[in-house]
């Protein structure tokens, strides 16, 4: 292994303990066929690994959905996992056929399929028994799923790292939620991970979530940090300072005057220019246009 990929595959080790580590359990890991398969295949690579050297036992259990998409070559997963010696499941259901018959030509499908697949894996992995579904989503789905859910849904929510589902019957855990796309990129091309194109939703143009991915890479550009800025500000939020009553009690405000009152910045002989306005401790001087006469508001 070449020494940059050997670096890269400790950082994803590393991001991938930061979520995993915790206690004794099963973990159905989600194989994607689709292009994001990539990240799949390097979650399932670097959890085997990390499996053989973590001070905590788990299990591994892979699954994946065929839903029966014409013309699916459904003999490459299987032979690519038997090949790693894991356990695994391949879960079929006709999905494709719902979505075809539900969604309009043209339209986004990405939204019925997903909800489609989600029901059933949450299902499977309550029946063997598993604690934990572990999903291949990266820190640049997250950034990107929070500004659809802002510009389409009118919310701001995301994907977090680790979720308790809304029935609370299963955990969701995303091992690469710390993880750059670019990395698993280099990672899964070194590997040369078996991906598989989807036809159903790799065809559509336009999609929402596309849009956003060239909005966010053409931030990138300006600035190198801008994803990682906006990720770490999701881990910095300030509910006082948003506008979300359920997240805090703006309606009940109390004035606190019990303490001496702080002093200002500047002396009273310190004036600060405000491009056109000197404030000042005792009031606001205005500059005014040459030949009127100054005047002077007073603090209220």
Known sequence: MPICVGKLFLILLLYNGKIVLSSKFIVLIVISYRIQGKDSYTMLDILMNLQKSAPVKFELVAVNMDQKQPGFPEHVLPNYLDSLGIEYYIVNKDTYSIVKEKIPEGKTTCG????????????FAEDIGANKIALGHHKDDIVQTLFLNMFYGSRMAAMPPKLLSDDKRNVIIRPLAYCREADIEQFSAYKEFPIIPCNLCGSQENL????????????????????????????NIAPSQMADPNLFNFADLTLDRSEPRAEYPFDAQQTIDAGGVSLSPTGVQTQLPAGIETIKVTQL
């Not at 929402?208 to 881990?235: C, P, T, V, Y």
């Open 112 to 123: 019925l399929c997903s909800r489609l697949r989600r029901g059933t894996l949450y299902g």
């Open 208 to 235: 929402q979530r596309q849009n956003i991915r060239q909005m966010l890479l053409s931030w990138e550009k300006q600035d190198g940090s801008r994803i990682e800025k906006i990720f770490s500000a999701m881990q």
